[in-house]
């Protein structure tokens, strides 16, 4: 009864998540692209100045980019829905993986003069899926870098126990209000910008909450506002 019952919830959670999913998409898109539209209709009736029109393809941009993430984020997790996707593990070393993140992000690292440290134990091995847990830790770590403030510190951190290994990302920025850590896996949050203005549909940490799941994991979240969060990602030992 307690596997039907676990069955049955994890099948409601798809179901909301497809559901959400395209809400989101067809909201996005018609919105940017009502955008562009009125842009170009503008300039062709030349009822706009070019200085606002310059003004526009700043915001456009912003726009075009959080919504090429968007489908990035759709074609990973379409991935992992097809009948023959399996999991592919392997040995990880955890500071294998803090260098990969820190290579990877090195432009937004840089662009906001942020130092982005490993704490803990650089031995620890575990085995997991590497595709799966790289792409959950980007999406941590790409959030602490968008709400940091500049010439902050962001921790990377690994705990490991007789049961489980803990890898966390922890940053010194907005953090987050009770309210909005409750919504936080939900479509009902509200989308926010960075200390520098960047967007976010919220849709990578949907992804992130559901290859979690795949990888028999849990999510924990600690903030406060103003001072900062850590999201954690716990991976049993099995």
Do not use: C
Not at 83 to 92: A, G, V
Not at 105 to 110: I, R, S, T, V
Not at 138 to 159: P, R, W
Not at 180 to 204: D, H, I, R, W
């Amino acid at each position: 009864m307690k596997k039907l019952t676990e069955e049955i919830e994890r099948l409601h959670e798809q179901n909301e998540l497809k559901t959400g999913w395209i809400s989101l998409l067809t909201h996005d898109f018609k919105e940017a692209f009502g955008s562009l539209l009125w842009t170009i209709e503008a300039v062709e009736n030349e009822t706009i100045s070019k200085d606002d029109f310059f003004k526009l393809l700043v915001q456009i941009k912003k726009d075009t980019k959080k919504n090429l993430q968007t489908i990035t984020d759709t074609n990973q997790w379409l991935r992992t829905q097809m009948d023959n996707f399996e999991l592919k593990k392997s040995e990880l070393l955890a500071l294998d993986m803090f260098i990969k993140l820190r290579k990877e992000f090195e432009g937004k690292l840089n662009k906001k003069q942020i130092d982005f440290q490993f704490k803990g134990d650089e031995s620890v091995i575990f085995e997991s899926d590497k595709f799966l847990i790289h792409y959950i830790l980007s999406k941590f770590t790409d959030n602490a870098i968008k709400y940091s403030h500049k010439k902050s510190t962001i921790y990377f951190e690994v705990e490991k126990t007789d049961k489980s290994v803990v890898l966390s990302l922890i940053d010194a920025g907005t953090g987050m209000t009770a309210s909005t850590q409750k919504t936080l896996f939900t479509f009902q949050n509200p989308v926010f910008q960075g200390t520098e203005k960047e967007k976010g549909a919220g849709l990578s940490l949907h992804v992130a909450k559901n290859f979690v799941l795949l990888v028999q994991g849990k999510i924990e979240v600690e903030s406060t506002e103003n001072v900062g969060t850590k999201i954690s990602m716990i991976l049993p030992l099995i």
